[in-house]
Each structure stands twice: as structure tokens, then as C-alpha cells.
């Protein structure tokens, strides 16, 4: 079955704190992989979208891997901000569909 | 640029009224998708329309039906709203579905509640 799942449900850290979300998926066959950031009660905004062939991708504070062999992806968050506090969605691409994770919720307080 | 834009913010429906859902988008995208996302559920495609003219039946279609008006507008109508049916509604819009990199702006969505 294609699936996303992440890890954790929910987090909290303090302002300045890095963290790290995880994204395992089973979706075949796969072609890319995309992190976005949805506020409350906002629709979500992408924050980078990973090919297959690529490892990394940065945007700004936040840091995207992939690896394609275990179907792993994580988002890295440095030094966090409050504006960081956030649902963060892991997305893979199936063909023509997109199937989205359920999202971690991160909270940042100061 | 206003991006997507969905009316209305907020709905409160009695089972078994009708209503319908707009979009629009001001980007010239030729596809257009309707999802719902539901309390611990990634969001689920609806329906989307991949270019004027034509629309697909997505992940959960029943109960709902669309319109794609012209290339800016594409609208979801619930014909006999159902409890069921609660949930937060969005509208997204891409430049062309079959491109290998697509991507998705959505809108604010719409939140629904059916008593």
C-alpha cells in the first residue's frame, strides 16, 4: 500500500533549538518527495521539493534529506524561530497524485 | 497577486442542504484540485481537473461534484451535505499536472460543519 508516515506526531522546542522530523514512505513507484509547512488555519506552503537524485536540498533555515534506497526523508530545522510553529507535512509524488503524510506538529515556544 | 482564494471561510450546513465551494486562481494554472483534511488523515484528493474543460475523480469523490467554470475557477458542490462531510476544504491550482516537478499552491480553505 502506498503510504507516508511521520515521526513524531507532535514536538516541542525552544526558540533557538534545532530539531529533525522524519518521513518513511512505500509509495512506488516514487517521483519526488516535497516538505511543506501548513500554519493553523493556513492552506500549506512548500518549502522544498527533492528528486530521486538529489540528497540534500536547503531553504533557508530548513534542510531537506532523501534516501531513496531506505525511503527515508527527514526536514532539519535550525535554529528555530517562533514563526517555526507549524504542521509540517511530508508529501511524495505517485504518477499524477500526490499522497500526503499526517504531519508533525511543531510547537516553538520562547 | 492573490494566489487561490476559496469561498467561503467558514460554512455551518444542516444534513441534507446543499452548497457549493469557489475557487479561484490568479497564477494562469491549467490544473486545479480540491482536497479535504481530516483530524489525523493526510489531506485526500477529492476531485481535480487537469486542464479547462475536463475533470477527474479523485481519492473520495462520492457525495461531491465539480465544476471547472473556466481556467480560473473550479468549484465543489455538495448536493446533500452529510456529518461526514465535516471537514476542512482546499482548493489547489499547478501550473500543468504531468509536469515531473509540479507545484501546488493551495488556498486558505474552507472549514465545514454539517450537524
Same mark, same amino acid.
Given at each position: 500500500k502506498n503510504q507516508v508516515e511521520q515521526s513524531p506526531q507532535s514536538l516541542i522546542i525552544l526558540e533557538g533549538k534545532n530539531c529533525t522530523l522524519q518521513c518513511n514512505y512505500t509509495v512506488s513507484p516514487f517521483s519526488n518527495l516535497r516538505w511543506y509547512k501548513q500554519d493553523t488555519g493556513r492552506g500549506p506552503v512548500s518549502l522544498t521539493i527533492m528528486t530521486f537524485s538529489e540528497n540534500t536540498k536547503s531553504n533557508g533555515r530548513y534542510t531537506a534529506t532523501l534516501d531513496a534506497d531506505t525511503k527515508q526523508s527527514s526536514l532539519h530545522i535550525t535554529? *528555530?524561530?517562533? *514563526?517555526? *510553529?507549524a504542521s509540517y507535512i511530508c508529501v511524495v509524488r505517485r504518477a499524477d497524485k500526490l499522497i500526503f503524510g499526517t504531519g508533525t506538529r511543531l510547537q516553538v515556544f520562547p | 497577486n492573490a494566489g487561490v482564494t476559496q469561498t467561503p471561510k467558514f460554512q455551518v450546513l444542516k444534513t441534507g442542504q446543499s452548497m457549493t465551494l469557489q475557487c479561484a486562481q490568479d497564477?494562469? &494554472?491549467n490544473s486545479m484540485y480540491w482536497y479535504r483534511q481530516d483530524p489525523g488523515m493526510g489531506l485526500r484528493l477529492i476531485y481535480y481537473s487537469a486542464s479547462e474543460g475536463t475533470t477527474d475523480k479523485g481519492e473520495v469523490p462520492n457525495g461531491y461534484n465539480v465544476s =471547472?467554470?473556466?481556467?480560473?475557477e473550479f468549484s465543489l458542490r455538495l448536493e446533500s451535505a452529510a456529518p461526514s462531510q465535516t471537514s476542512v476544504y482546499f482548493c489547489a491550482s499547478s501550473?500543468?499536472? =504531468? &509536469?515531473?516537478?509540479y507545484e501546488q499552491y493551495f488556498g486558505p480553505g474552507t472549514r465545514l460543519t454539517v450537524t
Open positions: 535554529a *528555530s524561530q517562533l *514563526s517555526d *510553529s | 497564477m494562469n &494554472h =471547472r467554470l473556466n481556467k480560473r501550473e500543468q499536472i =504531468r &509536469h515531473r516537478s
